[in-house]
């Protein structure tokens, strides 16, 4: 194991330690510890969201994305995480107007039951495979700078989040994340620094030339255009967001917190994006099937700057696993154990929140087990909430009346073709199916269509009641 990058993980935790316990003691109760007693300010909120958002894709794939294919990179993450926050601000008040429910809790209220116990599962479902998907990434990265081995190396970066997730919650996070943001922009911008003193775009551009596309945003368009749409479909309705902002401290601080946070995380994912056309001249083999800034870290040992951008991507990776892991437990903790919102001191209910997070956590380890490719394993999970969740969600914002019937076909449609492509990508083919990003269009238009033959249904049910027939 390098004992310098050991010491490096050492330090990151103590000052996580610091950071995050250092204050105001620990979390009372569940509101505490899962909306952090809806006292978040706009800055708190932006930081929260950008460092929930900045994961292992954000760093090890996109700069790899950018190197290979160039400009067009963008769409892989930064386009659709922009997009996602503009459409989520203008959405914070009716997402304020039912503050303290959890998705599940408005699904449930809106389509009855059944429909919300279907979102608890869907969204336990897309928060363990989001978080693996950070696992998946931490295995072979600390494995190839510490030689821990990936199973280990997997287990230490689980271990890390949730720790500090279990002992304070939300609460914890917020802080937590203020750091990692600021740890995140510092690495980037050390890394295209010291990137920009050793390499030119003149050289890019003379590197790139013999391959068509390069400074074109809207090559492969077809795959990307994908990609994004899979991405900010998802990330609309993610449950992550939509936690930030009912718990920030007014719709003002949200509102702040969502707009601020689209416009950091453009420059982020511009800044990201340069990061790996600089790569192209210095690695134009494109990292002999190594991630680039994994390359690079181990290529600087020694000095402080493998060491910052060492932390900075473990600082990605952590942010987004433990924000899925926090989120997840959320769910889980309110509604499928059927425990309410208390800002009590600790308790029962708080332990149990705990020990979810901690199930989440071994549930994510189980599934990175079994996937290795850090985009795909995002995608699928980002599949989960685009083709389930997406138009069920956003109606459930808005209908006046209850619809059982479409908000059951839809999340059932959806979430059946979801389930069918991610067990294929596992290995277990049960119907045959394009893979992930093709499959997406197919398992949206399942979701919408459930949905919408569900109102219909609703729709002749009402009228031949009004006219006096029998119920459908």
Not at 58 to 79: F, H, N, Y
Not at 81 to 95: F, G, Q, Y
Not at 220 to 226: H, P, Q, V
Request: charged residues 10%; contains cysteine.
């Amino acid at each position: 194991m390098n004992a310098g990058f050991a010491l490096a993980i050492a330090a990151y935790v103590a000052v996580l330690g610091a950071a995050g316990f250092g204050f105001r003691g620990r979390a009372g109760g569940l509101d505490s510890f899962f909306l952090a007693s809806r006292r978040l300010g706009a800055a708190r909120v932006a930081f929260s969201l950008c460092a929930s958002w900045i994961g292992a894709a954000s760093l090890l794939v996109s700069t790899d994305e950018a190197c290979r294919d160039g400009v067009s990179a963008i769409w892989i993450v930064g386009v659709p995480a922009v997009a996602a926050l503009v459409a989520l601000t203008a959405l914070v008040r009716p997402i304020r107007a039912v503050s303290g429910l959890t998705l599940s809790e408005i699904m449930r209220d809106r389509y009855g039951r059944a429909a919300g116990a279907l979102t608890t599962a869907l969204i336990v479902w897309y928060m363990t495979v989001l978080a693996a998907s950070q696992m998946v990434a931490a295995g072979p990265f600390l494995d190839a700078i510490l030689g821990t081995g990936p199973v280990q190396s997997l287990a230490l970066a689980a271990g890390i989040a949730a720790a500090y997730s279990v002992a304070g919650g939300l609460r914890v996070l917020a802080r937590v994340h203020a750091l990692q943001f600021a740890l995140l922009v510092a690495g980037v911008t050390g890394l295209s620094g010291s990137l920009a003193s050793r390499t030119s775009w003149a050289a890019v551009r003379a590197a790139a030339a013999g391959t068509g596309g390069y400074f074109d945003v809207f090559a492969g368009a077809e795959r990307n255009l994908l990609i994004a749409l899979s991405f900010l479909l998802a990330w609309t309705v993610s449950p992550i967001a939509w936690q930030r902002i009912q718990a920030a401290k007014s719709e003002a601080s949200a509102r702040g917190g969502t707009a601020a946070a689209a416009v950091l995380l453009g420059f982020f994912y511009a800044g990201i994006v340069a990061v790996g056309m600089l790569f192209l001249p210095l690695f134009p083999d494109g990292g002999s099937g190594v991630p680039l800034v994994t390359r690079y870290v181990s290529l600087e040992t020694g000095s402080w700057l493998g060491g910052l951008v060492f932390v900075t991507v473990l600082a990605a990776i952590l942010s987004t696993m433990d924000a899925a892991l926090n989120t997840g437990a959320f769910t889980l903790t309110k509604d499928l154990l059927g425990l309410k919102g208390s800002d009590g001191p600790g308790g029962r209910p708080l332990g149990l929140a705990r020990g979810t997070t901690v199930l989440l956590a071994l549930a994510a380890f189980a599934v990175a087990a079994r996937l290795g490719d850090i985009l795909k394993t995002l995608g699928l999970a980002s599949a989960i909430m685009a083709e389930g969740l997406l138009l069920p969600g956003l109606a459930a914002l808005f209908l006046k009346r209850r619809a059982p019937l479409a908000g059951l076909l839809g999340l059932g449609f959806g979430a059946a073709h979801a389930a069918v492509a991610f067990l294929g990508e596992t290995g277990l083919r049960l119907l045959p199916a394009p893979p992930w990003p093709r499959s997406l269009l197919a398992g949206i238009a399942l979701g919408a269509a459930g949905f919408l033959a569900g109102l219909g249904l609703e729709r002749l049910r009402q009228a031949r009641s009004r006219f006096g027939g029998p119920p459908a």
